[in-house]
C-alpha cells in the first residue's frame, strides 16, 4: 500500500482514533513517501460518485491512463464522493457501485486522500469516516481534517461543510451533524489547529484541500465564511495551492495579493453547462464547464498542473516556480 506504515498497523491505528479519539483532537498526520528522486506526482479529482454515469466512467478511464503515463502517487479526491445522499452504511453497496467498480486501472490502485462534501454529509458521514471500508477496499482514506506530509509538499485537508451556514439553515436536507455539533467549537479547534499546522510546516510547498471553493466562477461562486476565516489564514503561512471541488467544473484563479492559487477540480462526472458568474476581484486563468480532471508533477522548485477532459486532451497546463512563484 502507499502509506509508509504497514497496512494492519495503520488499521489499527484508525481503529482507535475511530472509536476513542474526540472530535476536537488535535489534527492526525500521516506520512506518504515520494519518489526516490523526491519528486511527486497525483491526481485530482471531486464530484464523482455517480455508479459511472453522467461520464465517470469515461473520466475514469482517462484518469487511469494518465496516471499510468506519469507512476502517479496518489489520487486526491476533493469531496461529495457518494451521490446524491452519501452512503447509508459501511455495507452499502454504492460504495463499490461508485468507486471500487469504476476506478479500475491499474494506475489508480494507490491511496486516495479524500476529504467530505455536502453530499456525504447527507449520509452516514460515520460510516464514510470508518476505517472498516479499508477491508473492502484498501485504497480508501477520508477523515474530516488531517495533514499528509510527503517531503517536499505538506497537504492538509479540511472540512468545508460545517463552515457553510447555508447548511445549518435548510430544511430540504438532512445532514449528519454528529461529531460536529457543538458546530461553533468544531469551526474554532479546525481553525485553531489549521494555523498551528501551517504556521509549523517547513515544507517546500504547502497545499491545501477542502471541498468548498473560496473562490470560483460557476455556480455556488465564492464561499464568504471561507473568505473571511479560511483565506487570510492560507495567505499569511504562504500556502501555494488550495484545491476544491463542489462546483462542477476545472478552474484556476490566481489571488492578486498573494502567491495563492485557488484551483477547482469538481468535474468528475455530472456538469453545469454555461453556469458561470462574474469575478472582479482575483483573475481568471481559466474555466472550463465539462467533465474531466486534474494531474499534478511536483518537484522542490516547480509545480506543472494540468486539467484534461473527458476525451483525455490536455485543456490547460500551467507552472508554478517556486524560487520565483511565477507562471511560465
Known amino acids: 500500500m502507499a502509506l509508509s506504515t504497514p497496512t494492519f498497523i495503520l488499521q489499527a491505528i484508525l481503529c482507535i482514533y475511530f472509536v476513542l479519539l474526540p472530535s476536537f483532537a488535535k489534527l492526525q498526520r ?6 526516490h528522486d523526491g519528486s511527486l506526482s497525483f491526481l485530482v479529482i471531486g464530484d464523482w460518485g455517480r455508479q459511472g454515469l453522467y461520464n465517470q466512467s469515461l473520466v475514469a478511464t482517462q484518469m487511469g491512463i494518465m496516471g499510468e503515463k506519469l507512476n502517479i502517487d496518489f489520487v ?6 457518494f451521490y446524491d445522499e452519501g452512503i447509508k452504511g459501511v455495507n452499502d453497496p454504492l460504495f463499490k457501485q461508485s468507486f471500487s467498480n469504476i476506478y479500475t486501472a491499474k494506475s489508480l490502485q494507490k491511496q486516495w486522500y479524500s476529504v467530505l462534501g455536502n453530499h456525504d454529509y447527507r449520509g452516514d458521514t460515520i460510516a464514510q469516516l470508518n476505517p472498516l471500508l479499508r477491508k473492502i477496499d484498501r485504497r480508501w482514506f477520508c477523515m474530516r481534517s488531517f495533514t499528509l506530509n ?4 505538506e497537504f492538509f485537508f479540511i472540512d468545508t461543510t460545517p463552515f457553510i451556514s447555508d447548511y445549518f439553515n435548510e430544511f430540504e436536507h438532512t445532514y449528519d451533524w454528529r461529531d460536529v455539533s457543538p458546530r461553533k467549537n468544531y469551526l474554532n479547534n479546525i481553525l485553531k489547529d489549521f ?3 501551517l504556521s509549523k510546516s517547513t515544507a517546500t510547498w504547502k497545499i491545501v484541500v477542502g471541498h468548498h471553493a473560496i473562490r470560483s ?3 455556488h461562486g465564492d464561499s464568504p465564511e471561507l473568505l473571511e476565516s479560511l483565506a487570510p489564514m492560507l495567505k499569511a503561512n504562504g500556502v501555494d495551492m488550495y484545491l476544491n471541488g463542489h462546483d ?5 484563479i490566481s489571488s492578486k495579493d498573494s502567491p495563492l492559487v485557488y484551483i477547482t477540480s469538481g468535474a468528475g462526472s455530472k456538469a453545469w453547462r454555461g453556469d458561470i458568474k462574474e469575478n472582479n476581484v482575483d483573475e481568471v486563468r481559466f474555466f472550463y464547464d465539462g467533465q474531466g480532471f486534474m494531474s499534478v508533477q511536483m518537484t522542490e522548485t516547480e509545480i506543472e498542473f494540468s486539467f484534461l ?5 490536455i485543456i490547460h497546463n500551467w507552472r508554478i516556480q517556486k524560487s520565483l512563484h511565477s507562471s511560465a
Open 150 to 153: 510527503t517531503g517536499i509538499a
Open 217 to 219: 466562477i460557476s455556480h
Open 30 to 35: 500521516f506520512q506518504h513517501q515520494p519518489k
Open 248 to 252: 462542477h467544473c476545472l478552474q484556476h
Open 76 to 81: 486526491i479526491s476533493t469531496g461529495d464522493n
Open 195 to 197: 494555523e498551528e499546522a
Open 309 to 313: 477532459d473527458v476525451f483525455g486532451e
